[in-house]
């Protein structure tokens, strides 16, 4: 177990609707990154906070959204779903000094 | 901007034999910090190894040690020994360091397919 948790693990869904996924952070880690892993485009990343503050942007799309609440967990909220979003997105932590990301097992999203 | 490139889209070796997986890097920045990160076909991403661009040493972590040749912007993985269960994507990625920590984003590389053969 790696402290960064993922759920859920699998999801399958229908174009056109909307999911979220959830990350809770190793204990102690202010900051959460979003990344979108897929055979095309390899792993971008979406999106990072930082004790519950949009810090930084990458390649999100509009029709996604995050969020960091008090207790520090994410949502990475995927709405309109497309054929295309269809990848493993990941959860990753770190710590305000140290040089340690530790990701979580990642969420694996279909749509069909 | 930083850029990292790995060339090899897969590689193949024997067991106990010791490869070498490929990774150059650009950016304009002075300090920044190097991973290296194995994805087995189960999906989590295990860290490896770090450097630091200021690092004099190469890092060395067990059987892994990253060729770190700042004047050439290269981090090539080493893994000595290799074993069955090295088989797996490898991800070369860099972020920004600040006062010696790395903090922000990392970017990957595409990765590199690494096969061991008994």
């Known amino acids: 177990d790696s402290g960064v948790t993922q759920t859920p693990k699998h999801l399958i869904t229908a174009t056109g609707q909307r999911v979220t996924l959830r990350c809770s952070p190793r204990s102690g880690d202010l900051s959460v990154y979003w990344y979108q892993q897929s055979l095309d485009q390899g792993l971008q990343f979406l999106i990072q906070y930082y004790n519950g503050e949009e810090r930084a942007k990458g390649n999100i799309l509009e029709r996604f959204s995050a969020q960091q609440f008090p207790d520090l967990h994410s949502e990475l909220n995927l709405s309109s779903l497309e054929l295309g979003d269809s990848a493993l997105y990941f959860c990753a932590s770190s710590a305000w000094t140290g040089n340690g990301y530790t990701f979580g097992s990642g969420t694996r999203l279909t749509v069909v | 901007a930083q850029k990292i490139t790995q060339t090899q889209p897969g590689m193949f070796v024997q067991e106990k034999e010791a490869v070498t997986l490929d990774c150059t890097y650009d950016?304009?920045?002075?300090?920044?910090?190097l991973f290296w990160y194995k994805q087995p076909s189960s999906g989590e991403m295990i860290f490896l190894i770090y450097?630091?661009?200021?690092?004099?040493q190469n890092a060395t972590e067990g059987r892994y040690s990253l060729n770190f040749q700042k004047a050439r912007k290269s981090a090539n993985l080493v893994i000595s020994a290799s074993q069955l269960g090295d088989s797996a994507m490898y991800f070369c990625a860099m972020t920004y360091n600040a006062g010696g920590t790395s903090y922000g984003k990392l970017t990957f590389g595409q990765g590199t397919i690494l096969t061991v053969h008994p």
């Open positions: 950016t304009s920045d002075q300090s920044y910090g």
């Open positions: 450097q630091g661009s200021y690092d004099e």
